[in-house]
């Protein structure tokens, strides 16, 4: 018989159909052209190529096998963390202190001790809505915590206090519910409708927060592919805000490298907090979220090329934005609404149209028709989109296939009508 917690697992949502579809039969423009193109996982393949001979250049060295027949120890292998920082710290005024931070193997795995650390069993984390559905299980699996939206204006959307205040008063200890409010957690950039919150509305945010003692969770994984210039002033890190907030210790920062650079299956994170018990804590749970070895001396090689860095960063904002703009063109133009994202790998689209009825099974019938056309996307049911009809679309793939995914969507909703255009980089 399985333990009460082991028991939970089997009633939270099963989030899988989607990468099991896509594995069963992947799309390769050679081997299997008519296999299904996944544009439900948030991966970046933008730039697979300049990743791939990057990496081919790695080699273990003898100083780098001692780290595969030892234990790392705390901290981790020598110089990666040094590394993360010194990469983190260059757009940043306030930089980053080793002191202040820690190495995890993964944001899924940051999420998990985090909120393990700051929420007791059926407590409530916050965070704007829709939002990227595995949330829900990084924060409930283990800690036995639950994510509940905070829903977001799709045409403009921002960090509104009155929402936030009315979601607090509909969950924070409730006897019957259960538990309380005792985090936040910000996307900034947002995944997935990509945009960008300003300075004013974060501090005012975070000030409501901390006056009720809330930890603030900041994912800043999306920072470096934020697509112009203009944009990119606009963003402010927290961690440049820290001197303006009452209560900087409840601010826990975190960031990868598996969106910008695209390599998620190198599991290195960085965790920055003031928060000593925090840190502390983290650091007791090290061992259960620990960097292997090899992903380390990885991420030393990668970082340490910065004209590299700088030429695959550019790049990847050319090849994304170019991506999101052909995905909204060429939607809008059947009348499937976007909101175009400022920054990221994702958007939102609203296929209600093409729905029988405003329902959740007619949002589910239409996805598996979808997944039968060859094209996988990510519902909106489980991101917490505001209505049925609502689909999130990653569109971090090679160009061609996003092309022929756009077609397949064209083929089964307007059987005849050809995609106009085809993505551009300009070059």
């Known amino acids: 018989m399985l333990s009460t917690r082991g028991l939970s697992l089997l009633n939270l949502p099963d989030l899988s159909f989607n990468l099991t579809a896509a594995q069963s039969n992947p799309f390769h423009a050679q081997l299997n052209p008519t296999g299904i193109i996944n544009l439900g996982t948030a991966e970046n393949r933008v730039c697979q190529k300049e990743v791939s001979d990057k990496l081919e250049e790695f080699r273990l060295t003898p100083d780098g096998n001692r780290w595969l027949q030892r234990y790392a120890g705390i901290g981790g292998v020598k110089g990666t963390k040094e590394c993360f920082i010194a990469h983190f710290n260059e757009p940043l005024s306030s930089p980053i202190s080793s002191k202040h931070s820690i190495l995890l193997h993964s944001l899924t795995a940051a999420y998990d001790v985090i909120s393990h650390l700051v929420c007791d069993p059926n407590d409530f984390i916050l965070t704007p809505s829709p939002f990227y559905a595995r ?185 994304l934005s170019a991506h999101s703009q052909f995905i909204v063109s060429s939607l809008e133009s059947i009348d499937i609404q976007c909101v175009p994202p400022k920054a990221g790998i994702t958007l939102m689209a609203d296929f209600s149209k093409y729905l029988p009825s405003q329902s959740t099974e007619e949002e589910d019938a239409l996805h598996l028709r979808l997944v039968k056309a060859g094209v996988i996307l990510t519902k909106g049911g489980p991101t917490h989109a505001p209505s049925p009809g609502w689909y999130r679309i990653a569109f971090g793939v090679p160009k061609e296939e996003l092309e022929l995914g756009i077609t397949r969507i064209y083929e089964l909703l307007v059987p005849g009508r050809k995609v106009e255009g085809e993505v551009s980089y300009g070059q």
């Open 135 to 319: 949330i829900r299980s990084d924060c409930g699996e283990r800690s036995e915590c639950r994510v509940k939206g905070v829903p977001l204006d799709m045409d403009n959307p921002r960090l509104d206090i009155a929402h936030f205040q009315n979601e607090f008063d509909r969950w924070n200890g409730d006897l019957i519910k259960g538990g309380r409010i005792r985090a936040i957690i910000i996307m900034n950039p947002h995944n997935p409708l990509g945009n960008i919150y300003q300075k004013e509305e974060l501090i005012e945010l975070c000030e409501w927060a901390m006056k009720k003692d809330l930890f603030l969770i900041f994912d800043e994984i999306l920072s470096e592919i934020i697509y112009s210039e203009e944009e990119k002033k606009s963003f402010h890190s927290i961690l440049d805000l820290l001197d303006l907030l009452s209560k900087p210790e409840l601010i826990v920062w975190m960031s990868s490298l598996s969106k910008d650079i695209g390599i998620p299956g190198v599991r290195t994170s960085l965790i920055v907090t003031h928060s000593q018990s925090l840190l502390r804590s983290l650091i007791r749970l090290e061992a259960l979220a620990d960097v292997p070895a090899p992903d380390q001396l990885i991420v030393q090689h990668l970082l340490k090329d910065k004209d590299w860095l700088s030429s695959i960063f550019s790049t990847t904002r050319i090849r």
